[in-house]
């Protein structure tokens, strides 16, 4: 069955950096694109950003554009979201999901999520 394994969450100063990871099993990576998606307490999903199935093109939402770099290793079946600059509203649960920037309205395509909280 399809599975999406997040990691990499934690506690970080504002200002610092964490990587998130995210293995995927049970499907063809490759044929994928792939998005991060957050959400906070009491808000409802965002969605982050997406790259296309070979990594060639990806896209950011305005509010961690220049900050966030969405990639991926087929080979490995995994994903990454390296964040930089992290500020206290980046705190949220934060979901890999299989598809593209329409899979923020589809719960059932997204693993289970990993914390980030920034705070000093």
């Known amino acids: 069955q399809v599975q999406l394994v997040e990691s990499g969450g934690g506690l970080v100063q504002p200002g610092g950096s964490l990587r998130l990871s995210c293995a995927a099993s049970?499907?063809?990576?490759?044929?994928?694109?792939m998005t991060w998606v957050r959400q906070a307490p009491g808000k409802g999903p965002e969605w982050i950003s997406t790259i296309t199935l070979n990594g060639g093109s990806t896209t950011y939402a305005d509010s961690v554009k220049g900050r966030f770099t969405i990639s991926r290793d087929n080979a490995k079946n995994m994903l990454y979201l390296q964040m930089n600059s992290l500020k206290p509203e980046d705190s949220a649960l934060y979901y890999c999901a299989r598809g593209g920037e329409w899979v923020v309205g589809k719960r059932a395509y997204w693993g289970q999520g990993t914390q980030v909280t920034v705070s000093s």
């Open positions: 049970g499907f063809t990576f490759s044929s994928y694109a």
